[in-house]
Each structure stands twice: as structure tokens, then as C-alpha cells.
């Protein structure tokens, strides 16, 4: 008897607790319909507050090429108006992986006339601010200040990664007026467009990559910089591109009004060059082979600078974020048709605090002797390369480069 | 329902048992969101909502809830009425939405809020449970706002978002900063606990001294 | 974000306690003796670390596809008050030593709203375009767990050391108790703000 009574007193207790589960879920999904705030109308709200001015001036399709940056975040709208302003809808990441989408008004003067606060998610401290407080930072400055929101004050004591974040989100915003719509002074844009005009129309639909400032690298030894940087000309911006005509390298020296350019091919010849480009700036530019790499969306450069019967003098240079170059000397010999790694050596590591150790990075080069171009993919191990990703992809970029053309030589030679 | 009773009920939510002065329930909403008046009086008016809302539900189930999972049943529907709220406020006041940040989900761990479900609507009819609700909500927002008035006016030189006076001239930012929330609500419960017993010892003088003539006659 | 900055944040300058005031009841409640605070402590740390382990998948397996985010503080803290639950029952049985020293502070784990704060904080997302993900990879979620639970032991065990000499102090009378112990978590408040300037 008393079994049977506990497992239906179980059982009622349990379908109670279920039942009234159950029905609160159906209410909440209920309330959420009707509740739900869609994203048109957090827009129209928001503009109401900061920008009542706005007029909706059509679509815009987000340029992907733009679309996001690895330093300050995404872009997930923009949204024109009539007169002549752009609505910037940026997500700033925080410091800590938390993110905060912005509004961020950009009149068509490049200035930021206003911002709020979309959304945020995982940031505890929005409390902490009130619009009051807020209201007043960014707004008034050019798209293209480098914004430091320590030095300027804007951030509230104790909630630094949500300022963080916001700071990402105008730079973000920043960063797509610049490139994507032209707003503002864009010198690497301008870059780019004295490069077209010099190329001419058979060039006019290549694909361009973005502009690298190659002056603004904190790393000075053999970064790209120095590498092609004369006594008279240091590099401003370096970019490729592909298309019809195959692929092209662009070097742009000097400054706007008065470039130095020179556009080399894949084979290192000379496509196009300014008048002002003195030989020697076009030996150095054509006397090393460069090619470059993306290696989890970070840009590589694997820069061949000599080639003496199978001893190569390669450079694996990281030009964002944290700059790196690793310089080494490999001898490739053949071996059943392809080109084997005899001996890998470090000339210069470029070691930066937080990087790997000499050993490690040793150990990095040594693991990659005996590789082939079929085979140098999958050497690293776990334990060879935890730590030291960047590193190891950087030499293992340099090395990928020498077998290639080790074996490309081999190919045309026969 | 006799005015007695309400009264009795009234006098213990603002004073006799203030959530947050005399009970010290409901803290972290207290120290992070009373930097601003007008945060604190949502603040208080969202846990009101729900404190009368789930008493309500609660005390009209209370026959049909068993004993052994009444903890979580009173959890399911005191979170559901968070939920409503909290859906509610983003759809109709966004700014206050954001003030509240993640506190307002944090309502469903409010002890207040438990605490009054388990000894009070648990045990009582549905109007007692109600007013009860209103009664402690409104003690809570009356605390919370007063320390935010303060908080504000002290460290922003405003209150409720209106400028009083220009805050480079006088303000002490520490009143807003987190050393600042602690210190204000200590200053607080020890002003409360000299003003409610001096009044208490009044009350009791009094009623002795009655009781001492009612004696003598 | 590197381990070391991480682990600064978690214990000082985003402190749960002393700068995002989350888990003040029992901070302020269960502070009055070292090993009462230790407990606490521990018993918090330990439902954080598994709070973050369940409700990180729940949240991204389950919540997010079926897009049932707004779900999320029911599910939560049903999830909180089941791990707490069976907690009590594991120790009770497997280790009743523990279970007695511990036992009384795991069903007050339950309200307390760090809890909750990290299971929010963890299961945080960050949209790329139209897309939603996890800010934080399951490690990283249990990580945080663990750090954040850590920094609430460190803010009681602190105030109960402080607590334990103030207290044989002689204090005016409207100030025992609560205000006292709120004045003196101002002074810890000041000493942890000076690490919200260096990270």
C-alpha cells in the first residue's frame, strides 16, 4: 500500500511542478511575441533620440571587404540618410570578449555627430552608465582621429572593457567611412586610386586587397619597411591584386600628390612605374621575391631576398597586430622531384615579450627539416607549437615560399 | 478586509520591516543602482511588480502546491513574472532597460521576493498577499530611491536627470563610485536604526505611561 | 585575453563583489568568522564552475538555435537550483564531512546573485552581422567560473579577517552590525578600485 502511495505522491508532485513549468513557458512565449522589440524599431527609437533629422536615403549593401576588422569589430548596418549622413550600425569588441553595438551618426563632413547604445551583451556594468554621461564623447571629432579613450577620458572608472568596447565600435564605424564610403581623409584609399590611374584601364576591374601601411609598424629591423625603403623613398602603403593580367604587387612611396609607384607582376618584372621611380629603388623593389599569405586572416609576406644554388635568405613577416619578422637562412636540395629542407637556420627572430622562447622557436625551425612542399603542412605538433601559433606560421610561411619556388625552378628547368 | 489590518500590513512593509533598512534584503540591486534616482525608483517599481504578481499566483496555488517542491515553484513563477517584466520594460522603457543592466534579471534572486513567498503567500488569502506585496515593494523603492536621491545629488549634482547645479562647482564623485555605495548605505541603516528606535522608545513610553493612568483610575 | 589579465580581472578590478556587487547578501551575512567565510567561499566557487558547465551548453545548444533566448533566467535558475540540489545530496553521501561544514551555506548558493551574474556573464554572445556566437569557448566559460568564484572568496575571506578585528573594537552603538560592516567594505572597495587604473 504505502509504495503504491509514494509513487503517486511523487508523481502528483512532480506533474505539479511540470504543469506549472509548462504553463509559464507557454505565457513568456506569448509575452514574447507580443513584447518583441524588432530590429526597425530599436532603429527608429534610437533615432529619434540622437539623430531626429534622419530621413531614410534607400538601401545600402554593406561592402564585405570592410565588413569587419579583426582589431575593433563588425559593421552590421549602415543605414544612409537624405542628408547626406550615414547611420553606422558597429559592434565594438570589449576586452573581453563582451561586445556592444553602437549608432553611431557620421555626417557627410567626416565629423561623428552622434552615438548610443544599441545593445550589449555581456557587459554587467551598462548600469554604471547614464546617457547624460556619455552623450558627450566622440561627438565633434573627425572620423579620422586615432582615438584613445584613456588619454581622451572617455570611459567610466571600473568598466573598462565596456569603454573599450564603445571606442571599438566608433573606430569600427570610423574605419567603414573611410574605406568603404570615402568620408574623411583616407590617404591609403588615395593610395590606391593614384595606383589605378597609373595602371590605366586594363587594370580598372582588378581586385584590390586593402592597403598596408607598411610606416606605421612598430617593429623597425627587417620589417617590409626597411626592406624596400631607400635613403630617399620610405614605403608608404604596399598592396596586391589579381585579375585578367595576372598578379600584381603595388609599392607606393611618398605621399599624396606626389607618389612614387611601382607595380611589379608575380615574376618580380615591372608592370607600371611613376616617372620619379629611380632605378634603384626598382632594383631593390624587383630584387627579392615576395608573396603573401593569409594564415587565419592575418597577413603574411614569405620575402625571398637571395638565392644562391639552393641557399635562401627568407624573411616571414607579420605586419598587424603585434609586428614579427623572422629571418632565415634554408638550403633546399632535390630529392625524388621535389625540393627537400636540408637545414633550416634563425638569422634573426624578432622576439618580441610574450613570444615564444629561443628554444621553442629553435625547435620550431629544426622540426621543419626533411619537409617537402607536399609534407610541411602537417609537421607541427601539439606540443612543438602551442604557445608560439604566430611563430610557427610565420616560418612555416618562409619555408612554404623557398619549396615553392625551389620547386618551380625545378619545374621550368626540367 | 479592515483598514486595521491594512494599515498594520503598510506600517510593516515602509518602516517596521523595510526591505532594505531594517531586513538588509535585495543588497546588490541597492549598492549598484542607486548612482542615479530615477534607476533605483525603476529598480523599485520592477521588484514591486513582481513581488505583488507572483504573491498573488502564489497564494492562489498554495493549496495545490506539495510542500517538497515548493522552493522551485515559487522560483518558476516568481522567474516567469521577471521574464514578463523584463520583456515588458524593453519593449516600452528601453532607457530604463538599459540602466538596470543585468539586474533586472537578478529580481529572481532578490531574497525579498522569495523570502516574502515563503512566509507570507504561502500561508495567506490572496488580498492580504497582494497588499503585503505592494506594501514591502513600496518600502524597498521608497529606501532605494531615497539612497539614490542622495547618491545622485551628492556625486552628479542632479536628481532624477534634471541639472541642479553646475557639478565642476560642487560634487564629490566618491558618492558614486562603488567605495561610495557602500558607505552611503551603512550611513543609511545606522541613521534608520537611531531614528526607528528613538521612535520605538517614544511609542512605548507613551503606552506605559498610559497604561500607568489607566491604572490609577 | 591573456591568462594573467584575466585573472586580475576576476579577483580585482571586475571583482564580483566589490565593483559589479553581485553576491553582497552573503558577503555581508556571512562574513563574521574566517572559516564561515572560507565555506562560503568554497561552496560558491564550486556551483559556479558547474553552473558555467551546464548552463553555457544549455544556453548555446539549445536556447540559441531553438531561438528561445528570453527563456533564459527560468531555465537558469531552475539549472542553478537542481546543481545546488544534487550538490547537497553528492556531499551528503560521498563526503559528510565536507557536507557538514559546508552544508548549511549550498542552499543559501542558490539565491545568491553572483551565481546567476556569471551564468549571464558567461553565456554572453557577440553577433557578426546576423549571425550569433558564443563569446566564450566552454573552457574559457569553467575558467571564468572558477576565477570569478575565487575573487568572491577572496572579497569574504578579506572582510571576515577585517570583521574579525572590528569587531572586537567598541563600536557606537547605531553603527553595530550591518553599518559597520558596510563601512568597512568601503575601505576594501577603495583598496580594490586602485586595480581598476592598472587593468
Redesign the interface.
Known amino acids: 500500500m504505502t509504495k503504491s502511495n509514494f509513487f503517486l505522491?511523487a508523481v502528483?508532485?512532480?506533474s505539479?511542478?511540470v504543469i506549472?513549468?509548462l504553463v509559464?513557458?507557454a505565457?513568456?512565449?506569448v509575452?514574447?511575441q507580443l513584447?518583441?522589440?524588432s530590429d526597425a524599431e530599436?532603429f527608429d527609437?534610437a533615432m529619434q533620440k540622437i539623430y531626429p533629422d534622419f530621413v531614410s536615403d534607400g538601401d545600402h549593401k554593406?561592402d564585405p571587404a570592410f565588413?569587419?576588422n579583426s582589431m575593433y569589430g563588425?559593421i552590421?548596418a549602415v543605414y544612409p540618410s537624405k542628408d547626406g549622413a550615414y547611420v553606422i550600425e558597429a559592434?565594438g569588441?570589449g576586452?573581453?570578449?563582451?561586445?556592444v553595438?553602437l549608432y553611431v551618426v557620421v555626417g557627410g563632413d567626416a565629423i561623428i555627430k552622434a552615438w548610443t547604445?544599441k545593445e550589449?551583451?555581456?557587459?554587467?556594468?551598462?548600469?554604471?552608465?547614464?546617457?547624460?554621461q556619455y552623450k558627450s564623447w566622440y561627438v565633434g571629432k573627425e572620423i579620422s582621429t586615432d582615438f584613445d579613450y584613456k588619454t581622451e577620458n572617455f570611459y567610466i572608472?571600473?568598466t573598462?572593457?565596456t569603454s573599450n568596447a564603445i571606442a571599438n565600435a566608433v573606430k569600427m564605424a570610423s574605419y567603414y567611412c573611410m574605406n568603404a564610403l570615402g568620408l574623411g581623409e583616407n590617404p591609403e584609399l588615395e593610395a590606391k586610386t593614384a595606383t589605378l590611374a597609373l595602371l590605366g584601364d586594363a587594370y580598372s576591374a582588378y581586385e584590390l586587397s586593402a592597403p598596408i601601411a607598411l610606416t606605421a609598424m612598430v617593429d623597425a629591423s627587417n620589417s617590409l619597411a626597411s626592406v624596400w625603403s631607400t635613403a630617399d623613398n620610405s614605403i608608404a602603403y604596399y598592396f596586391t591584386g589579381t585579375g585578367d593580367n595576372g598578379d600584381i604587387q603595388a609599392f607606393v612611396y611618398g605621399e599624396k600628390d606626389n607618389y612614387t609607384i611601382v607595380v611589379t607582376s608575380g615574376n618580380g618584372e615591372v608592370v607600371a612605374k611613376t616617372d620619379n621611380a629611380s632605378d634603384d629603388l626598382v632594383a631593390k623593389v624587383t630584387a627579392g621575391k615576395l608573396v603573401q599569405v593569409a594564415v587565419n586572416n592575418k597577413a603574411m609576406f614569405a620575402y625571398i631576398s637571395a638565392n644562391e644554388q639552393g641557399v635562401y635568405t627568407v624573411a616571414g613577416i607579420k605586419t598587424t597586430e603585434l609586428p614579427k619578422t623572422y629571418v632565415l637562412t634554408v638550403t633546399v636540395s632535390e630529392a625524388n622531384g621535389a625540393g627537400v629542407v636540408d637545414s633550416i637556420s634563425i638569422v634573426t627572430s624578432g622576439y618580441i615579450p610574450?613570444g615564444p622562447s629561443q628554444d621553442n622557436t629553435d625547435k620550431l625551425a629544426t622540426s621543419l627539416v626533411g619537409a617537402t612542399s607536399a609534407t610541411i603542412d602537417g609537421i607541427y605538433t601539439g606540443e612543438v607549437a602551442s604557445g608560439a601559433t604566430q611563430s610557427g606560421n610565420l616560418i612555416t610561411t618562409a619555408v612554404k615560399a623557398v619549396l615553392a619556388d625551389f620547386d618551380s625552378n625545378l619545374a621550368n628547368n626540367g | 478586509m479592515n483598514f486595521k489590518k491594512i494599515k498594520n500590513l503598510a506600517l510593516d512593509g515602509l518602516v517596521k520591516q523595510n526591505p532594505t533598512f531594517k531586513l538588509v534584503l535585495g543588497t546588490c540591486p541597492t549598492l549598484a543602482l542607486t548612482t542615479a534616482a530615477t534607476s533605483s525608483f525603476g529598480m523599485g517599481i520592477a521588484v514591486t511588480a513582481v513581488l505583488i504578481f507572483s504573491n498573488i499566483i502564489i497564494s492562489l496555488l498554495r493549496n495545490i502546491i506539495p510542500d517538497k517542491v515548493r522552493i522551485p515553484c515559487f522560483i518558476v513563477i516568481i522567474a516567469t513574472f521577471v521574464t514578463i517584466v523584463e520583456l515588458a520594460m524593453n519593449k516600452f522603457l528601453p532607457d530604463l532597460y538599459d540602466s538596470l543592466g543585468v539586474f533586472l534579471p537578478l529580481i529572481v534572486v532578490n531574497c525579498l521576493i522569495l523570502g516574502r513567498a515563503e512566509a507570507f503567500a504561502s500561508k495567506n488569502p490572496v488580498l492580504d498577499s497582494a497588499l503585503d506585496g505592494l506594501f514591502m515593494g513600496l518600502g524597498f523603492t521608497a529606501a532605494l530611491t531615497l539612497m539614490g536621491i542622495v547618491r545622485e545629488l551628492l556625486s552628479s549634482a542632479s536628481i532624477f536627470g534634471i541639472q541642479l547645479w553646475d557639478p565642476t562647482v560642487f560634487s564629490i564623485k566618491f558618492f558614486g563610485s562603488s567605495a561610495g555605495a557602500f558607505l552611503t548605505y551603512g550611513v543609511f541603516i545606522a541613521l534608520f536604526t537611531v531614528c526607528y528606535n528613538a521612535i520605538e522608545n517614544k511609542a512605548r513610553r507613551a503606552s506605559a505611561q498610559k497604561a500607568l493612568a489607566k491604572e490609577a483610575e | 585575453m591573456d591568462i594573467i589579465t584575466m585573472i586580475i580581472a576576476a579577483l580585482f578590478s571586475q571583482n564580483f563583489v566589490l565593483v559589479q556587487f553581485l553576491g553582497i547578501c552573503p558577503f555581508l551575512g556571512v562574513s563574521k568568522k574566517i572559516d564561515s567565510a572560507l565555506g562560503m567561499g568554497i561552496a560558491v566557487t564550486a556551483v559556479m564552475v558547474l553552473t558555467c558547465l551546464v548552463t553555457y551548453p544549455i544556453y548555446a545548444y539549445v536556447l540559441i538555435p531553438l531561438k528561445i533566448q528570453y527563456l533564459y533566467i527560468l531555465v537558469f535558475i531552475l539549472v542553478i537550483a537542481s546543481l545546488v540540489q544534487m550538490l547537497e545530496m553528492f556531499l551528503k553521501k560521498f563526503s559528510p564531512g565536507l557536507y557538514s561544514s559546508l552544508g548549511i551555506y549550498l542552499p543559501l548558493v542558490t539565491t545568491n546573485c553572483a551565481i546567476l551574474g556569471i551564468a549571464k556573464t558567461v553565456t554572453a554572445t557577440v553577433s557578426e552581422g546576423a549571425i550569433v556566437s558564443m563569446a566564450f569557448s566552454l573552457g574559457g566559460a569553467v575558467l571564468s567560473g572558477l576565477l570569478y568564484g575565487l575573487g568572491f572568496t577572496l572579497a569574504i575571506v578579506l572582510l571576515a579577517g577585517l570583521r574579525s578585528k572590528v569587531d572586537k573594537l567598541n563600536i557606537a552603538k547605531p553603527l553595530r552590525g550591518f553599518p559597520i560592516t558596510l563601512i568597512t567594505a568601503c575601505f576594501m572597495a577603495m583598496a580594490f578600485y586602485v586595480f581598476t587604473l592598472v587593468a
Not at chain 1, 95 to 99: D, E, L
Open positions: 505522491e502528483q508532485t512532480i505539479v511542478l506549472i513549468c509559464c513557458g505565457l513568456l512565449a509575452c514574447n513584447l518583441y522589440v530599436k527609437r554593406v565588413q569587419s563588425n552590421k559592434v569588441i576586452g573581453y570578449k563582451g561586445t553595438t547604445i550589449s551583451q555581456g557587459e554587467t556594468l551598462l548600469s554604471n552608465f547614464s546617457d547624460k572608472a571600473g573598462t572593457m610574450g
